[in-house]
């Protein structure tokens, strides 16, 4: 059973003495849930006009519901998923004249295609060429010409969205010493396009290092800074550019953020453990900055929880989903910054509304409104397929 609403007491540290804690004049305010999904969710995304809510799951399938009500709208699924999961989906940007709701996809078997989220219909599927090579990150660029994708290999390949060409693969060199190419070691786990350089890619995953590229060559990364540990789809870059948000799974200092510039660390949001779940701590898979609001939203695994954040008032709690029987594995803000999704490993999508906080209470003083039930998709569940490890 999930709990929502704003929980500081329950939430904050065994301090020493009373100290008070900063205060949001926003709180999360429970909306919908979509509960029995077939399998877990690895991936979850608005569209970009808000109409549809996309996951991407455990069984290779990706479900598509209408955001406002939680109905199932389409299900699509590969002839060549093999009951492997959808690992990471984007929508295509709708700054273009190309066709809306575009929906890029990776699986688990390295597969990536393009489908059509209106009509249902499969646009593109790259030939899998390497089994073995899983791919965990996909972004497109601001207006949607190229797209970069990441995984198992340790390279960022970056494409052309209408020819579906190949334009640069970029990774680092083996070995040691200044004649190596800088780059990732081991897995990638998440990438962003920079909102402002055309050319700026920005990945992060396993080796603990954020590696800066130039995506209009091959070759090694343009810079690097050494700290965040990736095991999701925790990473995120402002809207101005400036900063980088990254979510480490790790007990501690999970959530961070850090000058784009410089790679120097800027501050460390505050994440006690929780009571709920016998004060574990959450080690953080998924982490984004809202599109439109001073808000940061993050969840993982441990305590298996989901909180959204102030960063105008010195990161204070606007809001908690806690309780939750499996991790957090992925979400995301709707276009407008009013709404968060927040799914993963107990087969539900959660659509929480960020409000008002004073116009919360007087509508529930005290209290948080219970969720409502979205009817769940007619669809009957699958063998369990395997999961995608989490390290």
Same mark, same amino acid.
Request: glycine share 10%; aromatic share 8%; hydrophobic share 40%.
């Given at each position: 059973?999930?709990?929502?609403?704003?929980v500081?007491?329950?939430?904050?540290?065994?301090?020493?003495?009373?100290?008070?804690?900063?205060?949001?004049?926003?709180?999360?305010?429970?909306?919908l849930?979509?509960?029995?999904?077939?399998?877990?969710?690895?991936?979850?995304?608005?569209?970009?006009?808000g109409?549809?809510?996309?996951?991407g799951?455990?069984?290779?399938?990706?479900?598509?519901?209408?955001?406002?009500?939680g109905?199932?709208s389409?299900?699509?699924?590969?002839?060549?998923?093999?009951g492997?999961?959808?690992?990471?989906?984007?929508?295509?940007?709708h700054d273009?004249?190309?066709? =809306?709701? &575009?929906?890029?996809?990776?699986?688990?078997?390295g597969?990536?295609?393009h489908?059509?989220?209106?009509?249902?219909?499969?646009?593109?599927a790259?030939?899998?060429?390497d089994?073995?090579?899983?791919?965990?990150?996909?972004?497109?660029?601001r207006?949607?010409?190229?797209?970069?994708?990441?995984?198992?290999?340790?390279?960022v390949?970056?494409?052309d969205?209408? $020819?579906?060409k190949?334009?640069?693969?970029l990774?680092?060199?083996?070995?040691y010493?200044?004649?190596?190419?800088a780059?990732?070691?081991?897995?990638?786990?998440?990438?962003?396009w920079h909102? $402002?350089?055309?050319?700026?890619v920005?990945s992060?995953?396993?080796?603990? $290092?954020?590696?800066?590229?130039d995506?209009?060559?091959?070759?090694g990364?343009?810079?690097?800074f050494?700290?965040?540990?990736?095991?999701?789809?925790?990473?995120?870059?402002?809207m101005?550019?400036?900063?980088?948000?990254t979510?480490?799974w790790?007990?501690e200092?999970q959530?961070?953020?850090?000058?784009?510039? $410089?790679? =120097?660390l800027?501050?460390?949001v505050?994440?006690?453990?929780?009571?709920?779940?016998?004060?574990?701590?959450?080690?953080?898979?998924?982490?984004?900055?809202? =599109?439109?609001m001073?808000?940061v939203?993050?969840?993982?695994?441990?305590?298996?929880?989901?909180r959204?954040?102030d960063?105008?008032?010195?990161?204070a709690?606007?809001?908690? &989903?806690?309780g939750?029987?499996?991790?957090v594995?992925?979400?995301?803000?709707?276009?407008?910054g009013k709404r968060?999704?927040?799914?993963?490993?107990d087969?539900?999508?959660?659509?929480l509304?960020? &409000?008002?906080?004073?116009?919360?209470?007087k509508?529930?003083p005290?209290t948080?409104?219970p969720?409502s039930e979205?009817?769940?998709?007619?669809v009957?569940p699958p063998?369990?397929?395997?999961?995608?490890p989490?390290?």
């Amino acid at each position: 059973m999930a709990t929502f609403g704003n929980v500081e007491e329950q939430l904050a540290p065994d301090p020493v003495e009373k100290v008070a804690l900063p205060t949001s004049r926003r709180k999360l305010k429970p909306g919908l849930t979509i509960s029995n999904l077939a399998a877990e969710v690895f991936s979850v995304r608005f569209s970009p006009d808000g109409r549809y809510l996309a996951a991407g799951c455990g069984d290779g399938a990706i479900r598509i519901f209408n955001a406002k009500t939680g109905t199932a709208s389409a299900q699509l699924t590969s002839s060549t998923a093999a009951g492997l999961p959808t690992t990471v989906i984007r929508f295509r940007p709708h700054d273009n004249d190309r066709t =809306k709701n &575009v929906l890029l996809a990776a699986n688990a078997n390295g597969g990536i295609e393009h489908w059509h989220v209106s009509s249902g219909k499969l646009l593109h599927a790259f030939p899998v060429q390497d089994d073995s090579n899983q791919v965990y990150a996909l972004d497109y660029d601001r207006k949607g010409d190229r797209f970069a994708t990441g995984g198992k290999d340790c390279t960022v390949r970056i494409y052309d969205e209408d $020819t579906k060409k190949c334009l640069a693969t970029l990774k680092g060199g083996q070995g040691y010493g200044s004649h190596v190419a800088a780059g990732h070691s081991n897995r990638i786990f998440a990438l962003k396009w920079h909102p $402002t350089d055309p050319n700026c890619v920005v990945s992060g995953g396993w080796d603990n $290092t954020i590696q800066i590229w130039d995506a209009r060559k091959d070759g090694g990364a343009v810079r690097s800074f050494y700290g965040p540990h990736l095991c999701g789809d925790a990473l995120d870059i402002s809207m101005d550019g400036s900063r980088i948000l990254t979510g480490s799974w790790r007990p501690e200092d999970q959530v961070q953020v850090w000058d784009f510039s $410089t790679g =120097k660390l800027v501050e460390t949001v505050p994440w006690a453990s929780s009571i709920i779940q016998n004060r574990e701590p959450c080690m953080v898979y998924a982490a984004q900055f809202s =599109k439109s609001m001073p808000l940061v939203a993050a969840g993982g695994s441990g305590a298996n929880e989901a909180r959204v954040f102030d960063s105008d008032n010195g990161h204070a709690l606007v809001g908690v &989903v806690a309780g939750l029987d499996r991790g957090v594995f992925t979400l995301d803000f709707a276009p407008d910054g009013k709404r968060l999704a927040v799914a993963g490993g107990d087969n539900a999508i959660r659509v929480l509304d960020v &409000v008002d906080a004073a116009a919360w209470e007087k509508e529930r003083p005290g209290t948080a409104a219970p969720v409502s039930e979205a009817a769940p998709p007619a669809v009957a569940p699958p063998v369990a397929p395997p999961a995608v490890p989490a390290q």
